[in-house]
């Protein structure tokens, strides 16, 4: 048997599992809660409820933030012991970093500890120019020696970064070559290999993170794969990458950089997907999981991208403050995150005043209605409070109200002098103004109008706040897709495959031949090719674009512009990139191109969408219970969703529950069924 794709999410709190049939066009979902201390667990459990017997699967796309934390340690494994190899008189770059402070008067700010210690930097001599000439031969004793000494205090990781590697990697691979031959089986990353451009900070940093996630990334990997094998699993297993597409396991266990945030982006991939279906041309993306709330912004079916991430960087008020992590050169869907999840604790401060999070109550113990002996409030205790959840949620977790009440009378209630309701309601409204900002940043702060756009709300407690975040935006609809609480496994299913290739040309345009860039881009155009047939992608579903990095000279950042066919014309939609982002152009200015880029993208066969419910007909409640809205308590009709007719109109105030998510329609609004099964909800 064959023939099923499986996109597996693993998040904070729950592990999301959707199975598409190709035989049958079926979709169909499982979520289990995440073990954290061992997700393969969790994995393997979703996976046996979802399909059964995995010898069915052929492809599984695997989707996990695990990576960065277990990098940090939070899933009780520590980073792995790193040295770092570089010029003689460079070891402290990586400490130097940038002068981004991310307190600007703040007198007492320290920097991220760095991932390798000053005594694991070592300096050797041999040094490469600025135009790939050699001016002093590598000492490769010099390396062997360090290399001896490390390997000898248990070091077993090793990153090499030289300075203008990017031109001429010849050095790197040298003392790459040189560790090897003393220190057998050791884990050796160059910069040249993961970072092939130019700033010697950041590939020097995007080559540590890359060395130092590589063997706990290749473990965990490993396990997964072991435990399917054992299964009769014998298909294909894909990864997401933080830039929104798939990539074989091969590729993630050589650059694990490239899907640290892969768990979010999926979710943004699969708005994007929906969007363009329903030719919505701005689209945001609103995630509202377990554990964070999560915004994206989509333009022309497309995600917003930015080429540096700073990994275990400080997120203050949904914004990643800049120079308060480890920076990463690869391309990530631009997301705003909040802690602000179903799990998220509220709490008192000394002073009296309401907050929620960081802390989250987690998938173990979870939520005080969880009965699992979690005994603090959180925002899911809140909405069971007010009327807003059912009592029973995904799997079969039964809540208990009692248990809500008691955590939010003890540790908010009689804090602050209220009532329980008016304490859940101050929460939840809390908690609406934390994820509102979050839209505000992907919108607002990016010179974008949020009433232009339409809100994709799912994750299992999305649905539930959307609408009165909506209405705080000004946004006139908001659209509930099918299985919202696994919506981010379902864009694993819609991912395409991607990659992208590139190289330092650091040429002044004036000096650059047309055949001399075509050359480059043919030779990356061939790696492109050979990636993606090694993944099976037939050549008639590969399409390449081409782009370049360039800048006036003098400059030190770059503008990425589509390559036009020539170096000419690339010039002038550079001058008129510039013009549109910055407010002027100087054509009179010499400009450099800095890197060639090829993007590859191998096209996947993406899921039906479509109702399951009938159509035609009127939608029938299965009961109605009093939920507390803005105005006070109102007695809401309680629907299934499977229930409501396609292009059937219900009125609010009414409250739509699915074996995933419960979607909240307010008095002041109505919602329908749209072919392909979204819930869309509007003011009526």
Same mark, same amino acid.
């Given at each position: ?9 693993? $998040?904070? &709190? ?50 996990? &933030? ?14 792995? %012991?790193?040295?770092?190899?570089? =010029? ?24 991220? /500890?760095?991932?390798?210690? /000053? ?59 040189? @560790? ?32 130092? !996630?590589?063997?706990? #990334? ?5 396990? !997964?794969? +072991?435990?399917?094998? +054992? ?11 933080? =830039? ?18 892969? $768990? ?34 989509? @333009? ?24 308060? $992590? ?28 309401? /907050? @929620? ?41 039964? *809540? ?10 003890? %540790? ?18 809390? +908690? ?36 009165? *975040?909506?209405?705080? #935006? ?17 864009? *694993? #299913? ?34 492109? !090719? ?20 360039? %800048? ?5 950042? &770059? ?5 036009? $066919? ?18 002027? %152009? ?6 450099? @191109? ?91």
């Amino acid at each position: 048997m064959g023939g099923l794709r499986v996109g597996v999410d693993v $998040g904070g &709190t729950f592990t999301d599992l959707v199975v598409f049939d190709e035989s049958q066009g079926a979709l169909w979902m499982v979520k289990v809660p995440t073990t954290p201390r061992r997700p393969v667990r969790g994995v393997m459990r979703a996976v046996e409820e979802g399909v059964g017997d995995p010898s069915r699967v052929s492809i599984l796309v695997h989707a996990t &933030t695990l990576g960065t934390n277990m990098f940090f340690g939070q899933a009780g494994i520590e980073p792995p %012991k790193a040295a770092l190899v570089t =010029n003689r008189g460079f070891e402290d770059v990586i400490e130097i970093g940038r002068q981004n402070r991310p307190s600007l008067y703040d007198p007492f700010f320290e920097r991220p /500890r760095p991932l390798i210690p /000053r005594d694991r930097r070592y300096g050797v001599g041999g040094r490469i120019l600025a135009d790939g000439r050699e001016l002093e031969p590598l000492d490769t004793r010099e390396v062997e020696e360090v290399a001896r000494r490390a390997c000898s205090e248990g070091v077993r990781v090793f990153v090499v970064s030289f300075l203008h590697s990017y031109r001429n990697p010849g050095h790197e691979k040298a003392a790459a070559e040189a @560790i090897r031959r003393v220190c057998p089986g050791a884990v050796v990353v160059t910069g040249s290999d993961v970072d092939p451009q130019p700033m010697e900070y950041e590939r020097t940093s995007t080559a540590i993170v890359n060395a130092v !996630l590589k063997p706990i #990334l290749s473990t965990y990997l490993a396990e !997964l794969k +072991a435990e399917l094998e +054992a299964r009769g699993f014998k298909g294909r297993i894909l990864v997401m990458q933080s =830039n929104g597409g798939v990539a074989g396991i091969e590729e993630a266990l050589e650059r694990p950089t490239a899907f640290i945030e892969s $768990g979010p982006s999926a979710g943004a991939v699969a708005v994007a997907y929906l969007s363009k279906l329903m030719g919505v041309e701005r689209a945001l993306g609103f995630d509202m999981g377990g554990t964070t709330a999560k915004a994206s912004s989509i @333009i022309g079916g497309e995600p917003e991208v930015v080429d540096v991430y700073e990994v275990g960087g400080r997120i203050h008020r949904g914004r990643l403050v800049r120079g308060s $992590g480890y920076p990463v050169r690869f391309p990530y869907i631009d997301l705003a995150e909040v802690s602000a999840g179903g799990g998220t604790i509220a709490w008192v401060d000394p002073g009296g005043g309401l /907050r @929620i999070g960081p802390m989250s109550a987690g998938a173990d113990p979870g939520p005080a209605c969880y009965g699992r002996g979690g005994e603090e409030p959180t925002i899911t205790d809140a909405n069971l409070v007010l009327g807003r959840l059912p009592e029973t949620l995904a799997g079969g977790l039964r *809540l208990d109200r009692s248990l809500a009440v008691k955590a939010i009378r003890e %540790k908010v209630a009689d804090p602050l002098g209220v009532d329980v309701v008016e304490a859940a309601w101050a929460i939840v409204r809390l +908690a609406d103004t934390v994820m509102g900002r979050a839209l505000r940043l992907v919108t607002v702060e990016r010179g974008y109008d949020p009433r232009e756009f339409t809100l994709y709300a799912f994750g299992g407690a999305g649905p539930l706040h959307a609408v009165e *975040l909506a209405s705080e #935006l000004g946004v006139g609809e908001v659209v509930v897709p099918p299985l919202p609480g696994v919506f981010s496994a379902l864009g *694993l #299913l819609v991912s395409d495959y991607k990659h992208e290739f590139h190289k330092a040309v650091v040429r002044r345009a004036s000096t650059l031949s047309d055949d001399e860039l075509e050359g480059v881009f043919r030779e990356l155009e061939g790696r492109a !090719l050979e990636t993606l047939r090694g993944e099976g992608v037939p050549e008639d579903r590969i399409t390449l674009r081409r782009f370049v990095d360039a %800048k006036y000279w003098g400059q030190a950042y &770059t503008l990425r512009v589509p390559y036009t $066919g020539s170096v000419a014309s690339t010039v002038k939609a550079f001058h008129e990139l510039h013009e549109a982002r910055y407010g002027f %152009k100087s054509p009179e200015e010499e400009v450099e @191109i800095v890197v060639a880029r090829v993007e590859a993208v191998g096209l996947t066969v993406k899921p039906p969408l479509r109702a399951e419910s009938r159509r035609g007909g009127e939608a029938r409640p299965r009961g109605f219970r009093e939920v507390f809205f803005e105005g006070g308590w109102e007695r809401a009709a309680v629907y299934w969703r499977s229930d409501i007719p396609v292009g059937s109109e219900i009125p609010g105030p009414a409250v739509v529950e699915e074996p995933d998510s419960t979607a909240l329609i307010p008095p002041t609004h109505c919602a329908r069924v749209h072919e392909n099964g979204s819930l869309v909800i509007r003011r009526c």
